[in-house]
């Protein structure tokens, strides 16, 4: 996953209701093609995260300053999903299961 910095650091914005986002993109492609077609965002850089740092590190903190996670924003109105970290971590956990089960054929190894 990855966000953005700025040469001042950490990078979080405020929605037009107060809620204060951490923007967080699936693709580098995604980080990349934001930065070139936003006004004010040239000088923003593409940071990779790892699942594991967002699970263990970053998503507590976020929690705890109350600042959400903006999914994979696009477009000149920079418009995507808004959730806490903690709700992210919880769709993706439960799409994982659904892929665990959907791909299992239950049978065991061998078996015809």
């Known amino acids: 996953m990855w966000t953005v910095k ?5 990078v979080i914005f405020e929605s037009n209701r107060g809620t204060k986002i951490k923007p967080l993109w699936s693709k580098i492609t995604r980080v990349e093609k934001i930065i070139k077609s936003t006004p004010g965002f040239s000088d923003l ?3 990779e995260i790892s699942w594991g740092k967002f699970e263990s590190e970053l998503a507590p903190k976020l929690n705890e300053k109350n600042i959400f996670v903006g999914i994979n924003w696009s477009g000149k109105n920079l418009t995507g999903y808004d959730m ?9 956990s439960l799409k994982k299961a659904a892929a665990l089960t ?3 054929s239950g049978m065991p190894n061998g078996a015809s």
Do not use: D, R, T
């Open 6 to 10: 700025s040469s001042k650091g950490e």
């Open 45 to 47: 850089v593409p940071i």
């Open 84 to 92: 806490s970290a903690f709700q992210l971590i919880e769709i993706v």
């Open 102 to 104: 959907h791909h299992s």
